[in-house]
């Protein structure tokens, strides 16, 4: 079983919404997309609750869904890059 690394983004955001901080989760995103070289106007940011295991760190794993607004497919990598959790 593959250890969960606290300090990708998934995880970064799933803490935040622990602590009662989901309100800045959009901006933490938008950031980690203008780092990927990305617009983060051209991505509508959607946040998914998912069940986690018994004891883990976190109570909810937030899985994050990208977007695009013009309606293009937005890049595989991507997208399983901003919920890699190892």
């Given at each position: 079983?593959?250890?969960?690394?606290?300090?990708?983004l998934?995880?970064?955001?799933?803490?935040?919404?622990?602590?009662?901080?989901?309100?800045?989760?959009?901006?933490?995103v938008q950031?980690?997309?203008?780092?990927?070289?990305?617009?983060p106007?051209?991505y509508?940011?959607?946040f998914?609750?998912?069940?986690?295991?018994?004891?883990?760190?976190?109570?909810?794993l937030i899985?994050?869904?990208?977007?695009?607004?013009?309606g293009?497919?937005?890049?595989?990598?991507?997208q399983e890059?901003?919920?890699?959790?190892c």
């Amino acid at each position: 079983m593959s250890r969960i690394n606290p300090h990708t983004l998934q995880m970064q955001i799933s803490q935040m919404f622990d602590q009662g901080q989901s309100f800045f989760c959009a901006i933490k995103v938008q950031d980690w997309l203008k780092e990927q070289n990305e617009d983060p106007n051209a991505y509508e940011i959607l946040f998914h609750p998912q069940p986690t295991p018994p004891n883990a760190k976190v109570k909810t794993l937030i899985s994050i869904e990208l977007r695009r607004r013009d309606g293009q497919a937005v890049d595989p990598w991507l997208q399983e890059e901003i919920n890699r959790s190892c």
